[in-house]
Structure formats: C-alpha cells, structure tokens
C-alpha cells in the first residue's frame, strides 16, 4: 500500500524497472530524451511540458518554440506516454470576457485535473511575464481564465484539490527578465478569479537551489503531507545551472514545510541535460502517478530543447525527503 491519497490508479503509467545503481530514487528512462525537439513540423524545441491521463492513455500541453523562435504551447496525446503526436498549430484559446489579455508568448505549462475539468497554467506574456490560466474538458477546446496574479510572476501550479474551502497556487514572484531571485509563495482564492491570502512557503537555501526556486508539477497528495517536486537554480561561473528535487508541505496549511531536501534528485548530467540551446537545465513540470503502488513517471524539460522522463515512487521519494533533509 502506497502513501498516496486521492489519486486513482494507473495501470497504464509509463514505467520502466531501474538499471545500475545512484543514490537518488529517481532514475532516468533509457529511451530519453522521450521526446526529441522536432516533433512537430516548425519546431525549435520541444521541454518543459505537462501531460495528465486522459480516456485510456494520455494528453498534455507542449512547449514548443518554434523556428522563428515564437514560444507557444500545444496540444499532444499519446496512448503509452513514450510515444507523442504533437499538433503543429498551437493551442487557440477562446476568452471567457472578450477584454482578457492578450499574449506575446506562452510557455512552460503546467495541467491538473480539478473537480470536473484540466486546468491549464502557463506563463504568459503580457508586458513581461505573469501567470496565465484556462481550462479544457476534452484537449479539443481550451478556454482562457483571468491571469491569477499581477505581472511579474512564472511557475505557478495548482494543488489538485480545495484546501479548506478555497482554491490554492503555487507561483514565483519574478522580474522581467532571467530573474535572479525567487521564493516559492502560497495564494487562494474562492473563486478562480480573485486570489489572495498570500503566504510564503520557501526561499532558497544553499548549493544547486542557491539562486532561485519554483514550482514544478501540481504537487502529490500522501498520508505524509503535499508531496511538492521544484526546480532549483544554482548561478555557476559559467551561468545558471537547473536541477530539481522534493519537499513536504502541510496537508491543510501548504505554506508550512515538513520537510525539505538538502541534495537534488536530478541535475543536468546526460549529455541532452548539458547540451542545447540552454545547457545545464532539468525543469520538471508534470508527474505522472499510480494512485495504487505509488509509481512515478516526471516529465522534464531537458536543456530547453527536449523532454525526458524519469521513474520512481512516491514513496521512496518521500523517505528520501525525510532522511536528507535540509
Ligand atoms: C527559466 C524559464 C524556463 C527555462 C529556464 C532555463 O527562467 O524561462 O522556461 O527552462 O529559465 O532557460
């Protein structure tokens, strides 16, 4: 029996047993990186992307930046989670108030099932980068919500569930450019519209998570607390390098944190992790995972070109939070 709550089972989760040893209880498929950069017909680059279960395999919302360089996000489905097809246009959203804001630039999606529709949240551009947010029932037609939060914000993430009786966000606070800095902060709202009651969850702390943190896929809920995966951001004298890991947050108020890891889970140290346009960057944005034995599949950008995937469980995941905590 797995620690996991409320997540149903999925028989058909992407899986492969681990090969050779490591320390972390992450390990990488051996087909990565799982989705090559030009899947599609204009793409630059394929990475941080998101994908959920959906009908009787899978479906996701794909950066894809494209041979202008225009960064925009796609619907994809698959039946195995390995296998894509990406749609070459990118997704149109239909506005919920005819004055919503429009935007210069979408990337970087996160998706969560919610009560009865998947959320989609992204960052937008709209005079710099802020949050932005819709929703869809069935990846065909996708509708486009108020931003949450004001500009200059990225990596917001939706728990999966009311906490109390309101709605709840993780984001990051952020600049206009390659900010360097960022804290991981708490929002809520009744509503999906107005969000407030803000708190701070964690800053940075020492070695790969010195410079900047953020949220990675919509957090996992076990017996244990919210299981929260986040990037880290170290600044190298050669720039910015990208790895991520795991904390515990509190079921019912996430802005205290149980535990956190000291250590990564990955880094970028694959060849398709430290090579392409932005080297040195593994940026995890959707999980994967089998409500019934805990399985994991995590899908992460890979040097902002290709995606990769990595396997493991919750539950060791979690032990491995405890026993390395910061
Ligand atoms: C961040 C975001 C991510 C990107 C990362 C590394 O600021 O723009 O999309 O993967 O930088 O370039």
């Known amino acids: 029996m797995s620690i996991v709550k ?168 952020s600049d206009s450019g390659h900010t360097p800095f960022g804290d991981i902060v708490y929002s809520e709202s009744p509503d999906m519209t107005y969000w407030g009651r803000h708190r701070h969850v964690m800053a940075p702390a020492g070695g790969w998570q010195s410079t900047k943190i953020g949220a990675g896929p919509a957090p996992i809920e076990t017996t244990e607390g919210w299981l929260l995966f986040y990037h880290g951001v170290l600044t190298s004298c050669n720039g910015f390098v990208y790895a991520f890991s795991a904390a515990l947050l509190d079921l019912d108020k996430p802005w205290q944190v149980i535990a956190r890891a000291r250590p990564y889970l990955i880094s970028p140290q694959e060849l398709y992790e430290c090579v392409g346009d932005v080297p040195n960057v593994t940026f995890p944005c959707a999980a994967l995972v089998d409500g019934q034995t805990g399985r994991l599949a995590i899908y992460y950008g890979c040097a902002d070109s290709v995606t990769g995937l990595v396997f493991g469980t919750v539950d060791a995941v979690v032990d491995f939070v405890k026993q390395n905590a910061l």
């Open 6 to 173: 409320n997540i149903p089972p999925l028989a058909n989760l992407p899986w492969e047993e681990r090969q050779g040893g490591g320390s972390s209880p992450l390990w990488r498929y051996s087909g990565n990186p799982v989705i090559p950069r030009n899947l599609t017909t204009h793409a630059n680059s394929i990475f941080n992307s998101a994908v959920v279960p959906f009908k009787d395999g899978f479906a996701g919302v794909f950066r894809c930046d494209d041979t202008s360089r225009r960064m925009n996000i796609h619907v994809g489905r698959s039946k195995d989670g390995l296998q894509w097809v990406i749609e070459d246009e990118p997704i149109r959203f239909i506005k919920t108030a005819p004055d919503l804001p429009d935007s210069e630039y979408k990337y970087d999606p996160r998706v969560v099932w919610l009560e009865d529709r998947f959320y989609i949240i992204w960052c937008n551009g709209y005079y710099g980068p802020c949050i932005g947010m819709g929703w869809t029932k069935d990846f065909e037609q996708f509708y486009q919500l108020e931003s949450p939060l004001m500009p200059f914000n990225r990596n917001g993430v939706l728990f999966p569930r009311k906490i109390g009786s309101n709605y709840a966000l993780l984001s990051r606070p």
